[in-house]
């Protein structure tokens, strides 16, 4: 197969968004993904991401490929389960405390946690242009954005939390353990004795 229909095909598979890793692990040359560049197949939207042409960049897709060790968190998982509709201009990442990328982008606001932490409950949702991504739960983010070290706008935090109690699927126990776990358990009450 002729390698720059095979970057189109990728491109297909993968919505449009590609890594440097997933054309090199493909058989794709430098000299291909190059001439895929100049032909204007492709466009080099950060180091390492490519995005077909005509296309809308997945951000939330392109910054997790480009740092793997990154779960979407705070007032970002709160959008990206529909539980704010405030687009969060800088995008909440967690990394594990001690973590270092020297050149962290931009558009990330990071944070760390302890590795007890870091890694409980991550599930996997899908972007807007339907690329799989790592995000913390609903009731995780909805007992971290409690803690006062985060100062997430109080308004957001109510309203996330009434679309939250609306919901048909909602883990009252898995709030109310990680409310314990992040020392927030008075908050949350007050959250829930109102809205339950």
């Known amino acids: ?34 001439l895929a560049l ?18 809308t960049e997945d951000i939330f897709y392109s ?5 793997k060790r990154g779960v979407y968190s705070l007032e970002t998982a709160l959008y990206l389960w529909d539980l704010s509709d405030q687009y969060p201009f800088s995008l909440d990442m967690t990394f594990p405390r001690g ?12 944070h760390y946690q302890i590795k007890t932490l870091q890694d409980i409950r991550i599930t996997e949702t899908k972007s807007f242009n339907g ?3 790592r995000v913390y739960s609903p009731e995780r983010t909805l007992a971290e954005v409690l803690r006062t070290i985060n100062m997430v706008d109080v308004e957001i935090v109510t309203n996330a939390y009434k679309t939250w109690a609306k919901r048909n699927e909602k883990n009252i126990n898995a709030l109310m353990d990680f409310a314990e776990k992040f020392k927030v358990m008075d908050k949350a009450n007050s959250y829930l004795e109102v809205l339950l």
Request: aromatic share 6%; glycine share 4%; hydrophobic share 30%.
């Open 38 to 55: 100049k032909s204007g197949l492709l466009e080099r939207t950060r180091s390492g991401i490519y995005q077909k042409s005509n296309t």
């Open 131 to 133: 690329n799989t991504i």
């Open 1 to 34: 197969m002729n390698q720059q229909v095979l970057i189109k095909k990728l491109a297909a598979e993968h919505n449009g968004t590609l890594t440097h890793n997933q054309l090199v692990n493909n058989n794709i040359s430098s000299y291909n993904i190059n």
């Open 63 to 67: 910054l997790q490929q480009k740092y």
């Open 99 to 110: 973590y270092n990328h020297a050149n962290l982008d931009l558009d990330i606001n990071a």
